[in-house]
């Protein structure tokens, strides 16, 4: 078990260092020198530069508003920290390896205002290589190190969407080309040390979120960022085998329990976090949600009253509190904690990149497109990968009619994250709308496969078998939900669209204003859905689907 060999903090930042790293340090120092008197003193300066490594990634998170935490483990070094988006993602890269420059230039300058012997030339050798050496191999675009990141993070800047492909071609082939150059070389420690390297961060001891000098945006939070929360679960799993009560895997763990909607689950795991740390404000909006979809409103309520009443004195705690009460679809409360929020002054810039993406998905919901669209694309200048809001993009464009322009938007997305679950929704959503529901159909039954608790999964994949006059297989889908999605929006909406084919316009009508007066961007989408192209003359018992778009929220 790689348990903590010491816990503490360093100006407030969480520090944490596990036994795992002292014998990486002891193996590595003994490849070196071998046992003998410079094996202490090369394990004390192994830490302390890998130290001023993560340093440097540490001030860039807490300079974009971010909470750091510092991890030394048996591949390296790690700092965990929210997504800053692309551009801020190759400034946090580069910034390890320039402290590391800069701190070894420092250090060789007062080495040569030494006498020639006051140390010995090995420890001066190893100076260099712990603090430049390990700079410049951090900046190798190879899996798991800073050079990598800053090589995707670039490369989706310029695309304006994230293309790992490009990162893992130049990375292998410059991988084979040093360890057969170095080889052929006779460089043989060289060889083994890009080896190593290379293996090292390419194992699950890779990293936690965007854990850098030892992974860039690996491991399970990398893969729940790419939809792929069926893997972040597995390797969440492995990972908690070997370090028992690792509290921020714990909590990769639980987001990926309520991708997949296993809710009960996904409530334990976030207790085991907030239980040591009542303060993890992710983990309160999580177990928020997971109630809700659990219809247990009294306990989701209590947690987003915790959140609201966190944000006015903590900034961290505002997406999250944003994000409980837009998934409680709590739309007209969420915007004005948002606006509250982007009046106060000592609100940093990244989180003010991350709250527009929240505040443009509010926008969408309350089916007011134009705003955003206009969010979403003043988001991706600066933080094109973000798949959540090329995703409001594009049922922006759909809402708003533009549905050429739509699938090009989900389909640019897809690109970086072709397993994407939202993203794939949305765009078989646009297939079905633009009168291709044969190609929309195996991406829904993949969806639905995904996340078989979740109503809009399982009403999109009905309202596509019922485009395909499937209808058995409509009805079949939408059973076995929780009695509590009877009450969800895109639930009532999957069933007006069977009203509809019954030729049951006026009760298709109403039912499809009840789902609307929830979820408004449902009226918008019905304009133009061909499953409801009768409900615009028709009469209801209840407004019509264009009219319940102006009902006050």
Known sequence: MDRSMLRLRVSGVPLDIRWSWLVFAVVFGMLIHGVDALLVPWVALATVAVLVHEAGHAAVVLAAGGSPHVVLHGSGGMTIGPNLGARQNFLLAAAGPAVGFVVGGLALGLVALLPADALPTLLIDDLVLVTMGWSALNLLPLAGLDGRLALDSLVTVMLGRPAPDVGRVVGTFLLVALLLATALAGQYMATFLVGFIALATALPLGGVGRWLGAGGPAGGPGLLIAGRAAEALAWADVWLERHPGDIDVTLVRAEALRALTRWPEAVSAYDQV?????????????????????????????????????????????????????????????????????????????????????????????????????????????????????????????????????????????????????????????????????????????????????????????????????????????????????????????????????????????????????????ARIADQDPLLRDLAGAPAAGPTAMQVAALPQ
């Open 274 to 522: 907030l239980d040591q740390n009542a303060s993890s404000w992710p983990a309160l909006a999580g177990r928020s949600l997971a109630h809700r979809a659990l219809d247990e409103l009294e306990r989701a309520r209590a947690d987003q009253a915790v959140l609201v009443a966190a944000a006015e004195a903590d900034p961290a705690a505002i997406a999250p509190a944003a994000v409980a009460l837009w998934g409680d679809r709590r739309y007209a409360q969420a915007a004005r904690l948002l606006d509250d929020a982007f009046a106060r002054p000592d609100l940093a810039g990244p989180v003010r990149g991350s709250l527009d993406a929240i505040r443009a998905a509010i926008h969408s919901a309350q089916a007011e497109p134009e705003q955003a669209l206009a969010m979403s694309d003043e988001r991706l200048v600066d933080a094109p990968d973000d798949l959540g809001a090329h995703e409001v993009r594009a049922h922006a464009l759909l809402q708003l009619g533009l549905l050429r322009e739509a699938r090009r938007s989900a389909s640019r997305a897809l690109a970086g994250a072709p397993t994407h679950p939202e993203l794939l929704e949305t765009m078989a959503i646009i297939e079905r709308i633009s009168g291709e529901p044969d190609a929309a159909l195996p991406v829904l039954i993949d969806a639905g496969a995904a996340r078989p608790n979740l109503p809009r999964a399982r009403a999109e994949l009905a309202m596509c078998f019922i485009q395909l006059g499937r209808i058995d297989e409509a009805v079949a889908a939408l059973q076995g939900l929780e009695n509590a999605a009877d009450a969800d929006p895109h639930v009532m909406y999957a069933r007006a669209c069977l009203l509809a084919r019954e030729g049951r316009v006026a009760d298709a009508a109403s039912v499809v204003a009840r789902a609307a007066s929830i979820l408004p961007a449902l």
